[in-house]
């Protein structure tokens, strides 16, 4: 035994190895429908499957789950039905949708389609990176040939649809006219406001939910629900949009392809829009018809999602395009075909979204709570029956309570719940309780023997956030989560429980400095959201005694609206009005808005840019300086599992 073996995962134990055969007998395996449509259409991969930046760094290798093509019977140590789903996703390269439409899958997490026009094409969704976009338009290229981009179209505003734009067309594109860049309304401001408020925060729960840290393998890292692989540390992009879609039904014509839109906002994003061909007779879907339970709450955390509203969006899309349609395709996993068929798919996806948000609401109003809710609810089924609706990336479980939430928040209205006592303490005082920390472990070994992987978790989690020392409790806890993992369905749901036991293991690996907030994302940024930003950077309580009031201009403002703002810091709030003048500031500041983002996102120094003339500072430069010294950077790499 190496002297790390204790940092090794764990076989499958017997009672883990007997849920999931137990689960396998109750599937209908014997189904390969999906198995034929991701592979439909196939035209070629990559040479080299490994995707690099430019300094050699490897951003994916499509190859790196190949693992899961060895056998169809899944491991002890993998869910039968996930292990299914990562077998289908483990298509790469460029396929043909249909006559004229192409897709690249496997090369990110999401999909990249091409649609081909007179002249030149259309590129929807350009994935996370240039360097991955990049990839997939090189193949494209090598087999359709080297056609001009004249439109490239975002259909929602995460960051895994629009990173790569930069691959795709250049500023110089858009200003001379040669391209085309279209969005739904509110794009711009729902791209970037999801990456800054909640940023640091988010992005660190992002590692555990999609578990790129995770090795591969059937004791690893298997799927991340979207696709089997996310590229990781390459350039994110943004070009603006050009062209914003603002209601549904308005259509566009770009090289002799029609499009007819309908928009989606809060449905899977803030902002959303799905896509029909009628040349084609092709709908892409966005992300709100895939192959997956989606979302309605996402464990990296984000806003909860309306289902009313996605039901009802779905319920229109069939109205609109079903009978018109003869595939449809997502942005992420594979297309279907036929227009019975595609009109069934729709319809038991709006009914997915329909029966949870209706079913918990039902029960609420029974007075069932949050957790008595999620425990209970199931499915029909004929809405579980079908793949497309299994757990693969949201949870029946998960996305109950965000229902709940959404109308009820996080309060069950029992008073014990309402001031609860946080982990560290709360775990200090049961551990007592229990006899101290030997007998908390003695339960939960016994509980661990008997399989009983939930409640142990909850038991040693007190002791683990009173006594972070304890090893043999920490590291217990680690063999707990796993089996927990082994056990899901539900890609994301493993993935947190597998990076959790690792970081239990081996704690907590600094990889140095994330950055949420690129060039491109700054430029995009408006005035009143860096001062947001600023607002949740700075530090409150230490702010609380000082009181300063600062005339902001910006020299490239777009019109004089929006050119100058009135910022006041008391009461440890910096509050800003636009367009506001001060009778006498303490100081004024003139910057253009990327030197005013570079100093609040600490690209410089605030005493640098003072010095350089970036901030052009009349008055009390102390002022300034001190207000930026109130501000806080947050550490990226902090513990989940431990306190």
């Not at 693992?67 to 077998?87: G, K, T, Y």
């Not at 999602?305 to 969006?313: I, L, V």
Request: aromatic share 8%.
């Amino acid at each position: 035994m190496t002297p790390d073996a204790h940092l090794d995962p764990k076989p499958a134990s017997p009672h883990t190895a007997q849920a999931n055969a137990a689960a396998a007998a109750g599937l209908p395996l014997s189904d390969r429908r999906d198995y034929d449509d991701a592979k439909r259409g196939f035209i070629a991969t990559l040479d080299d499957p490994v995707i690099r930046r430019a300094d050699g760094f490897p951003v994916n290798d499509i190859t790196s789950h190949d693992f899961v093509l060895s056998s169809d019977q899944a491991p002890e140590s993998v869910h039968p039905s996930l292990w299914r789903h990562a077998q289908v996703n483990q298509n790469h390269g460029l396929f043909e949708v249909t006559d004229g439409i192409y897709q690249l899958r496997g090369i990110d997490l999401s999909n990249m389609t091409i649609i081909e026009g007179d002249e030149g094409i259309i590129v929807i969704d350009p994935l996370i990176y240039r360097e991955t976009a990049a990839a997939g338009l090189a193949l494209y290229r090598a087999h359709r040939g080297d056609r001009p981009v004249k439109a490239l179209i975002y259909t929602h505003s995460h960051a895994d649809h629009y990173g790569g734009s930069k691959a795709i067309v250049s500023r110089d594109d858009v200003d001379s006219g040669r391209a085309v860049v279209i969005a739904p309304e509110g794009f711009l401001y729902e791209a970037v406001a999801e990456n800054i408020y909640a940023g640091t925060a988010m992005s660190r729960r992002a590692i555990y939910m999609y578990g790129p840290m995770i090795p591969a393998g059937p004791l690893g890292h298997v799927n991340a629900g979207l696709a089997n692989t996310m590229a990781n540390l390459g350039e994110s992009t943004l070009v603006a949009p050009t062209d914003l879609i603002t209601q549904t039904g308005e259509t566009r014509t770009v090289d002799g392809v029609e499009m007819v839109f309908q928009m989606a906002p809060g449905t899977e994003a803030p902002a959303e829009m799905l896509i029909h061909f009628p040349k084609h007779r092709a709908l892409c879907a966005a992300e709100d018809a895939t192959h997956t339970l989606h979302n309605l709450y996402t464990l990296r955390g984000a806003q909860v999602r309306d289902a009313a509203t996605w039901w009802k969006t779905l319920n229109e899309t069939i109205q609109l395009f079903g009978a018109d349609t003869d595939v449809i395709f997502a942005q992420h996993h594979w297309p279907r075909w036929g227009t019975d068929d595609i009109v069934a798919f729709l319809e038991n996806q709006r009914d997915l979204y329909k029966y949870l948000h209706d079913q918990v609401l039902h029960l609420a109003n029974k007075g069932e709570t949050m957790l008595e809710i999620a425990e209970q609810l199931r499915l029909p089924d004929g809405i579980a029956g079908q793949w497309y609706n299994r757990d693969y990336y949201g949870s029946v479980n998960h996305n109950a309570k965000a229902v709940y939430q959404r109308y009820l928040g996080w309060y069950d209205s029992n008073p014990a719940h309402l001031h609860t006592l946080p982990p560290a303490e709360a775990g200090a005082r049961y551990v007592d309780l229990a006899g101290g920390a030997d007998a908390v472990i003695a339960k939960a070994r016994a509980s661990f023997d008997a399989g009983e992987y939930r409640w142990t978790a909850e038991l040693l989690s007190h002791l683990v956030f009173a006594d972070p020392g304890n090893r043999e409790a920490v590291l217990l806890q680690a063999d707990t989560l796993e089996q927990l993992g082994y056990q899901c369905e539900n890609p994301t749901w493993r993935n947190e429980y597998l990076m959790g036991a690792q970081e239990l293991r081996g704690g907590v690996k600094d990889l140095g400095s994330i950055v949420l907030a690129t060039l491109d994302v700054l430029e995009a940024m408006p005035p009143e959201m860096i001062f947001d930003f600023m607002g949740i950077k700075l530090d409150g309580p230490r702010a609380a005694a000082t009181a300063a009031t600062i005339q902001w201009s910006m020299t490239d403002a777009a019109d004089d609206a929006a050119s100058t703002y009135a910022l006041e810091l008391r009461n440890g709030c910096l509050i800003y009005t636009p367009g506001k003048t001060l009778d006498e500031p303490g100081a004024t500041v003139s910057s253009t808005k990327t030197a005013l983002a570079a100093a609040a996102f600490g690209a410089s120094s605030i005493d640098d840019a003072i010095a350089n003339g970036s901030l052009a500072v009349t008055g009390d430069a102390a002022a300034v300086s001190a207000l930026f010294g109130l501000m806080e950077d947050f550490p990226f790499w902090f513990p989940i599992v431990q306190p």
